[in-house]
Structures are given as structure tokens and as C-alpha cells.
């Protein structure tokens, strides 16, 4: 491929101020690299099916051209039984000519692309799964059956045959998914593999699967064709691998093959978060730095790395050879151009959150990112200049009004945009202030150098008036919204506060109830839970989460061991049914998690009674009918099925008597949703001036950052057409 003196198309050369470890060159068997980031697997749905294959070649275009090196595509099931899901990607006859097209368009840009070979075993969400032994996982309905000794065989010789045509489709190489807790990974483990027969047992019988199936791909591609083996570093949960297991394997895999060995961490039903906003950046990296050690290949350190300076870090201190970025480059596809031109400040940093990427590829909608609405849609959604330039008025400077007005700046309108505080961030000002989401800080950094390049003019300290905006062509609301005040008998007593009082410094008492248990009620509990200014060290983070050293316990994990939380919380909502319910697919349950072992009190179904001097009265209805405690709990088939669920639980009668209480708080904390704040738009519109409402302004009983800054760019990029 590339010579390593070359440097790919549309790359700047490395500055000074670059990252000289990131940006040198690695030879890769017959390839050589141009730098050391390896974009990782993600699923995007783009996968499935071919009619998709167009955007999915534009998204990994993008990335090459931005200046990846490696590319790794999402997971490719080499057979029948590993899928997903039913209809999800997998290698067929076919691959050799569907992918040939993208393969080849990628390699022009400069990146070579390797097929991710993923089995799901029990992991499958259909019901002829198949697994090491016969198991059900807790995050699947289906129990897997057992593969028997031809079908392992079987199995294997899959593999191989779907490396041939991968490699036939013009990729450079595979990666094995050996990882987070996938097939390969639930023959490796005690926990899932309990055979007697060659493929368990001892733990060198555990790892003959593995071995076998790249000792039958190289033999079946030939010594040019890379072969990334994603190996699990520590599973993170009971009955994992221990540390020497995991080197054992990584012995053998070099001798059986391998070019290089990528890192996971945790399976996925760990009870450990790995990849979520509130894990430190490179969490795991030493364990990364250890295999290194132990091996002749280059090693991929991943993870929680998302930033070039990080990432620079850990390769200078040789913990690793490679850093693998997934997210990072859903967040922005330039990170490595960007890096290379020591401009890191305009990188749009991931920020972990999740919202638009895995969750939705839980709920099988097409991945996109919070912070970056083009990503998955580079051929639908594109910042192109205007046929006419336009004087743009933007008012409110949250996460909507910065994408609108940078997007119509970049488009080529003037634009102004007002934002009465001295700040800018909106909401995530306020989210970046929650433990564990100081990463949203990233996004303000990121917009505030947007601003500068775009040529936006920011007047903080300013509250826009009819009387200015009626002078614009356009006027983009991205006034926000306001918290909604419930009404409660004595919610003007003194002991009441709004949250953004609360995240912006108001004294809270030290027992506290939360009034509304929604995204920002979960955060301000885990906020008055925290001491003030604490910030877990990592070793601190592996306490809370009980994550130890494989090398001293089997899977690496511990009975968690979190601080004594800092205030008595009472976290209160009147609908039946479990607290966080509407969280994050991916988040919410590392969120109430951390809300158990804070010991915040969760009351559900409750009825606000009154605020007094006593603290807050409420009455709590009786928690349910039989049927209506078991209707949540039904097995999440369709996403569907949840929201049907609830409404149908929140309908029926409830059985027992209601029971009144007093909660003897010193502070109530208002989190009770938001509204609009709409002031000026009937008067513009009235005097004929064209409006858009953008964000929270536009709909706020369902505040979302996705939805914000995807529609602050949409609008801004369909103005003056
Ligand atoms: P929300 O999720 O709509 O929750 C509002 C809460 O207030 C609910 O618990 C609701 O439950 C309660 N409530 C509504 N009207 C009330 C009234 N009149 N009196 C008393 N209680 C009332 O809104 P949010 O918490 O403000 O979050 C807004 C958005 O921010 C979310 O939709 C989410 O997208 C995002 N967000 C997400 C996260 C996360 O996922 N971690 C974190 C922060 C923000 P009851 O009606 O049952 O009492
Ligand atoms: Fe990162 Fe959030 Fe974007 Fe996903 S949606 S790539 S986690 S910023």
C-alpha cells in the first residue's frame, strides 16, 4: 500500500505542535500505516443491507480522507447462527462484490479496511443461537444451545471461509471479535464454556477454538492478510478469564498468526461500566501496556480515548503500539487531520455519551452522533455554502443555537447570535457540572473555537430585542427553556430550589428531596450524592465499580466498595414503576446502579401533597396489581413493547391503601420537566419576520441534546436555498 515516506491524500504534513508518536508510521506485514489510529468496529445499521452500502462508503470515506489509517468495519457474522439478529450483517458469497466498490474507494483515500468477523453465540437475539455450552445470558431472551464437537468444527471452518472472501472483497485483513463476551470469548471463560470434551475443560482446551479459527484463516489467506485478534483484557465478569489465561492466549495467537491484537474490556453484561462518560480516559490502558510486554505484535490500546493528547500519551509511554478510536471518529472524521496539524482544539470531541450512537443501535435505528448530526448521513446531510447569504440572527447560545449558528456561518450567511448570560452552553453548561459528565465541557471547547473559525459573532451579556431582530432576515429561537414549576402546595417555601440553582452553586441542606426522576433528576441526585469538587481518580472509579487485577482474581472484579454519598437523597416521581426508566439504553443502568450504591431513596408513585418547615408531605400509592409490577418486566423484544408496557401499567388499578408521608428534608430540589420559552416569536412573526424554533424552544417536554443540535443544523443548513 503506501510507502511509509508517503504521506495519504489531503493530509497535512505534522507540525511542530503535532503528535509526533501518534503520526509515525507502523509497518503492518506487507501494509505500512501512516499513523497509529485504528478506527474500531462500530455497528452502524448501515451494514444490513446492500441498498445501504452507498452511505456506508461515504462514512468510511470520510474517515479515510480525514486521515485513518486502518479502518474496521462493524461486526460481519461468518455464519448463519452468530447474527445479531435475524437480517443483521453477515459474510455470504456475495461479499466479494458487494464490498468490492467500498474496499477499493477507501484504499484510494488511503486507509486500508479490515472485515470485523463478530459470532455473537449467545449473545445472538434469535433463538437458534448457539453458544460453548448451553446458557442463557442476562441480556438475551433466547438460551443458547450447545455446539456440538462437528458443529465447533464447523464453525471454525466458517471463519476461514469468510476471511477467503473478505479478503476476495478487498480488504486487507479481519478481526476476530475474541472479545466482550461474544462466542470466542464464551469458549475462553469458565463461565459459559463448562465442556468436558477437546474444546473445554483446562483452559488450554478453553482456548483451542480461538486458535484453531486463526491458525485456519491464515492458512486460508496466505501471510500478507492481516489478522487482528480483539482479545478480552479482562472480562469483568465472575468466572472470566484470569490474567495468565489471557496471556497464555495471546501467546498462542502469535503463534498461530496473528499481525496484530486488539484489546476489549468487559463483557457485555459486565455490571461495570467501560465505555460510558463517567469512566476515566484510558481507564484500561495499563493492562494494555502489560500484554505489550508479553508479545512480539503490535498491541491496540481502546477504550475511553478521545483525545490526541491522550492517546500520544499512552503510545510515548509504550503502553501501546496502536490506539483503536471508535466514537471519536463518529464525532468527528477529521480527528487524525486535525491532529496531524496540531489544531486539537478543533477536534469534536466524543464525549461518551452514548445517545446517538449505541443506544440507538439497541434500539436497530441507524447510529449517528449527539455532537456530529452529519456522522452516518454523509450523503444526506451536508454544510454546503447557500445560493443566497442571509442575515442570520441566532438567540441563545445552548447546544442548538451554537450548531445553528456555526452550520449558517459555515453555509455563508452573517450571522449574530445573542446569548444573555456570560456564557455559552445552555443546558450542557449544566450537564458539565454533573459528576462523571465533565466531558461536556469538550463540546463547549469545541463550539467556542467553531465560533472563531466560522465567523460568527457571539454578543454575550445580551438580551436580543424585537426591536433588534425585527433588523434580520432570518431569526433561529434557540431560546431554551425554562424548568417547570410544579403546583405544590408551598413550592415558594424557602427550602426549594430549581436544579440549575443547584449545579450553579445554591447551599443545599444535607437531606434532600428530588421532585421528578427524569434525566436531570438521576443527575442531580448523583450530583448531591458526590462530595463537592470530588472527582474519582481511577483508583478511586475501580472501588465504586469494583474492577480489580485479573492477575489477583478470576475476571477481574470485586465486591464494589462505594463512598458513603455525601447528603440523604430521596428521589421522587408520581408515575408507578422503576426510577430511570427513560434513561439511556446503554446509561441507564450504570445510573441506577450508582443511585443504589448511593443509597438515594427511590419513591415512586407518589402524590405531592405540600412543602412546610416539616419537610415535604406526600402520599405514596400502593405499588401496583400483580400484573402492573410485572408488565415492565417484560422481555424487551421491541421497543415497542416497553412503551406499551408502561402505558398499559400506568392504566390499571392499583390494590392496598395509599400511604401518607412526611420526608423530613431540609432542601426540595425542582426537576420537574421544562417549558418553552417562546417570548418574542408571535410578536416577530407578526411583524413578517421569518422565524424557526430551534431546540428546547421548539419542543421541550422531551429536552434532547440529539435533537437539538441535529435540528439547529438542519434548519441552519437549509437556509437561503
Ligand atoms: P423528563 O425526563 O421529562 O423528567 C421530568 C420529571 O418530572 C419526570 O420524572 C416527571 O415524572 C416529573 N414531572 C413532570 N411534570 C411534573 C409536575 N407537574 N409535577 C411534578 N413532577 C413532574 O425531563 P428532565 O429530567 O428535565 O430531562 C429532560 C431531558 O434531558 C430528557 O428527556 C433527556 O433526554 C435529557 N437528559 C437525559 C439524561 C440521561 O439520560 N442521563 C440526563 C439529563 C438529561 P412524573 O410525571 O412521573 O412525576
Ligand atoms: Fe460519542 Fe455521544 Fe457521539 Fe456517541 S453520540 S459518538 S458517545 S459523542
Known sequence: MTDPADVPPGIQPVTAAGYPHLMSPLALGSLTLSNRVVMGSMHLGLEDKSRDLDALTAFYLARARGGVGLITTGGFSPNRAGVLYPGAGRVTEGLADDHRAMTDAVRSAGAAMLLQLLHAGRYSYHPLSVSASSSKSPITPFRALTLSDRGVVSTIDSFSKAAELAARAGYAGVEVMGSEGYLINQFLAPRTNHRTDRWGGSAADRRRFATRIVQAIRAATGPDFLISFRLSLADLVSEGQTWQEVTDLA???????????????????????????????????????????????????????????????????????????????????????????????????????????????????????????????????????????LRVAVVGAGPAGLAAACTAAECGHRVELFESSNHIGGQFDLARRIPGKEEFAETLRYFTHRISTSGVRLHLNSTATVELLREFDVVLLASGVRPRIPDIIGVDHPSVLCYPEVLTGAIVGQRVAIIGAGGIGVDVAEFLTHSAGHQDDLANWQRRWGVTDPADTR??????????????????????????????????????????????????????????????????????????????????????????????????????????????????????????????????MALGVRVHLVGGADVAHELDAVRAIEQGTRVAAGLGR
Open 251 to 389: 501467546h498462542e495467537l502469535v503463534d498461530a498468526g496473528v499481525t496484530l491484537l486488539g484489546t476489549g474490556i468487559g463483557w457485555h453484561e459486565s455490571r461495570v461500566p467501560t465505555i460510558a462518560t463517567s469512566v476515566p480516559r484510558a481507564a484500561f490502558a495499563e493492562l494494555t501496556a502489560r500484554l505489550r510486554q508479553e508479545v512480539s505484535v503490535p498491541v491496540v490500546a481502546a477504550n475511553r480515548i478521545n483525545t490526541p493528547e491522550v492517546a500520544e500519551r499512552l503510545l510515548a509511554e509504550g503502553s501501546a503500539d496502536l490506539v483503536q478510536l471508535a466514537r471519536p471518529l463518529l464525532a468527528d472524521p477529521d480527528f487524525v487531520g486535525k491532529s496531524r496539524a496540531g489544531n486539537a482544539d478543533a477536534i469534536n470531541t466524543c464525549i461518551a455519551c452514548n445517545q446517538a450512537c449505541l443506544d440507538r443501535t439497541f434500539t436497530r435505528e441507524p447510529a449517528s452522533c449527539m455532537v456530529n448530526p452529519m456522522a452516518g448521513r454523509e450523503t444526506e446531510l451536508v454544510i454546503e455554502p447557500a445560493t443566497r447569504s
Open 555 to 684: 475476571g477481574g472484579v470485586m465486591t464494589p466498595e462505594p463512598p458513603d454519598p455525601a447528603r440523604t437523597v430521596y428521589l421522587l416521581q408520581r408515575r408507578p414503576g422503576r426510577i430511570g426508566a427513560t434513561l439511556g439504553t446503554t446509561t441507564g443502568w450504570i445510573h441506577r446502579a450508582s443511585l443504589r450504591a448511593s443509597g438515594v431513596q427511590q419513591i415512586s408513585s407518589v402524590t405531592y401533597e405540600r412543602i412546610d418547615d416539616e419537610g415535604l408531605h406526600i402520599t405514596v400509592a400502593p405499588s401496583g396489581s400483580p400484573l402492573t409490577r410485572r408488565l415492565p418486566r417484560m422481555p424487551r423484544i421491541l421497543r415497542q413493547t416497553r412503551i406499551l408496557a408502561k402505558q398499559a401499567a400506568a392504566l390499571l388499578p392499583t390494590t392496598g391503601k395509599a400511604e401518607p408521608r412526611i420526608l423530613p428534608v431540609d432542601t426540595v430540589v425542582l426537576c420537574a420537566g421544562q417549558e418553552s420559552v417562546t417570548d418574542m416569536q408571535a410578536e416577530l
